[in-house]
């Protein structure tokens, strides 16, 4: 199929080349049901990449995104929840660090044939789904609606079942659930965390072999990493024990946020099968409010982390307590702070010398432009951000958020992450969100 460009700010034949290159990349990252995030830094599927990546490709093959998002569901674990990962059976175990040998998920009860890791991320698939059913046409959009949604609402079960504390928000209990693995917010919980480096002797870490060692996590962050995996995992990924005895439990603003979005976009999945969304609305409801109730910081201008081990707030600015913007039922003071908070100092949304939105406070001194998620520039939050200012009516400065998006990738190419001030790419190349949610918003949803 063709695709067309919106007209912006990069010239149009230029727009037409990044989306040839796009879809080269995503028809590359494809392995026959999924695509993976990076074919060296990351070679299996990852979950919420699959939502991402699924918002783009329904621009190439609204078929070949629903199997994108299928496919993640037939892993899905008996107690609802939908693994981090995938492993695929054809890549060697030791290709990524931990593999499916460290995660020994076929041990577990309940557990699908086909290896995964044990903990979550964040749950945005509702929403790629609910985009997704259109596109298909009336019939094949309504059976995938049947297929999707019993995995959608098993998952939004499990986790308010299985990950709630007191408060009812959902709790996370290693920071690769959050998907900000490293950012400076969980400092403060990981400082309580031993960093064993003894597991060195045992262990290999793969992605320093991709992607430059001053812009991945540091190997003190890494030993935390691998104690808290193999302590759930000898646990048997049991979620009592995980929430009364980890070492790492934390309420993560944006993950609560997509919980409550994917609810609404449950509501809308629902009504177009006919059934009763009240339930989906009232529960987007009861989570937005707790959220305000207990994790929005007036002092800090924005939404924060708590840490459910020391009941302290995490005081860090990061991109994650942008993100709930996405949900319209905010109180109108809240989201004038938050375009307060976007726009200044601390983000500079809009401003001319920033590209995107940081992924941590510009003015913090642990702010590192190439480290990974302690100061670059990413392509999904700065989406997110983007689609959350549209929900209040900031139409125009989302749209810059868009054509900053375009602008990266025009400079640098698909990179994982950019230097929010020189717009220089780093990570891995050939990064799959990069890709798809560059022809989301160059061929626009409505197309
Ligand atoms: C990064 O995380 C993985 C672990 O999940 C890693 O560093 O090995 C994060 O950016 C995460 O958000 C993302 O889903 C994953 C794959 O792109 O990579």
Same mark, same amino acid.
């Given at each position: ?18 989306? $040839? ?138 986790? $308010? ?150 009941? $302290? ?107 929010? $001030? ?26």
């Amino acid at each position: 199929m063709v695709l067309t460009a919106k007209p912006d700010t990069v010239a149009r034949d230029k727009q037409d080349l990044l989306l $040839r290159e796009a879809v080269r990349v995503l028809l590359q990252n494809w392995h026959g049901h999924a695509t993976v995030p990076s074919r060296t830094l990351y070679p299996h599927q990852w979950s919420w990449d699959s939502a991402f990546i699924a918002l783009g490709l329904q621009h190439i093959s609204a078929a070949r995104a629903a199997t994108e998002l299928l496919s993640l569901f037939g892993a899905q674990w008996a107690d609802g929840r939908v693994p981090q990962i995938v492993f695929n059976p054809a890549v060697p175990d030791d290709a990524y660090f931990p593999g499916p040998s460290v995660w020994r998920s076929s041990a577990v009860d309940g557990h699908p044939p086909i290896a995964t890791s044990g903990i979550i991320q964040p749950p945005v698939h509702a929403v790629a789904a609910a985009s997704i059913v259109p596109r298909l046409g009336e019939e094949r959009g309504r059976r995938f609606a049947e297929r999707a949604y019993p995995s959608l609402v098993d998952l939004n079960a499990y986790i $308010r079942q299985r990950r709630t504390v007191d408060g009812g928000l959902a709790v996370l209990v290693h920071p690769w659930e959050t998907g900000l693995d490293n950012s400076p917010a969980w400092d403060h919980p990981l400082a309580a965390v031993p960093a064993d480096h003894a597991l060195f002797e045992t262990y290999t870490r793969r992605d320093v072999a991709h992607a430059g060692v001053g812009e991945r996590p540091t190997n003190d962050d890494y030993a935390r990493y691998i104690r808290l995996m193999l302590r759930y995992r000898d646990h048997g990924y049991d979620d009592d024990w995980v929430r009364a005895e980890a070492e790492f439990v934390v309420v993560d603003p944006t993950f609560n946020a997509l919980w409550a979005w994917s609810e609404l976009a449950l509501a809308d999945i629902a009504r177009r099968l006919g059934r009763d969304d009240s339930a989906h609305v009232a529960e987007a409801a009861r989570i937005t409010a707790a959220m305000v109730d207990q994790l929005w910081s007036e002092e800090r201008g924005l939404f924060v982390a708590r840490d459910v081990r020391s009941g $302290r707030l995490l005081p860090e600015r990061t991109v994650a307590g942008l993100i709930p913007l996405v949900l319209p039922g905010l109180p109108s003071e809240v989201v004038k702070a938050l375009l307060a908070t976007a726009t200044g100092e601390v983000f500079r949304v809009g401003a001319p010398e920033v590209h995107g939105v940081p992924s941590f406070d510009l003015t913090d001194v642990r702010h590192e432009p190439r480290r990974y998620w302690r100061g670059p520039t990413w392509l999904n939050t700065t989406w997110l951000v983007a689609r959350g200012l549209e929900v209040h009516g900031h139409q125009e400065l989302a749209h810059r958020l868009d054509d900053d998006l375009v602008g990266l990738v025009a400079k640098s190419g698909f990179r994982e992450y950019f230097h929010p $001030r020189t717009g220089r790419g780093h990570g891995t190349r050939s990064f799959s969100w990069s890709a798809a949610l560059l022809i989301h918003v160059l061929v626009g949803a409505e197309a």
